[in-house]
């Protein structure tokens, strides 16, 4: 009965931690490009700061073999792409507004 317990508190201190206390790998572009790496279910960094109304170029290398990170889609810039295993591609982003603009698998398990 105490091992049940202790499995749980440690199971609801994870969960707790994961969903409102992990803060994910911060990133500035600095020198107009920057390359994500994706793997083990993650985007890293998954969260990028761009100068508002600057053109980018983000590079994506893909090392997860899941075929669900073969996709990038970005809704708010109506851009969809496919990532290749092991080689960087790059995705050119427009001169944005300020904002935040999300970035995803086509399933949204992989998530920036």
């Not at 985007?43 to 990028?48: F, G, L, M, Q, V």
């Amino acid at each position: 009965m105490l091992l049940v317990n202790i499995a749980g508190i440690v199971l609801i201190t994870l969960i707790v931690w994961w969903f409102w206390l992990y803060k994910p790998r911060e990133a500035d572009v600095k020198e107009k490009e920057l390359v994500i790496i994706v793997e083990n279910g993650t985007y890293s960094p998954s969260r990028i700061k761009v100068p508002a109304g600057t053109p980018v170029e983000l590079k994506f290398l893909r090392k997860d073999q899941s075929p669900c990170s073969e996709i990038l889609q970005i809704p708010e810039l109506e851009i969809s792409d496919t990532l290749p295993l092991n080689k960087q591609k790059s995705i050119q982003l427009p001169e944005m507004q300020p904002g935040e603009y999300a970035f995803h698998c086509q399933m949204q398990m992989y998530r920036g």
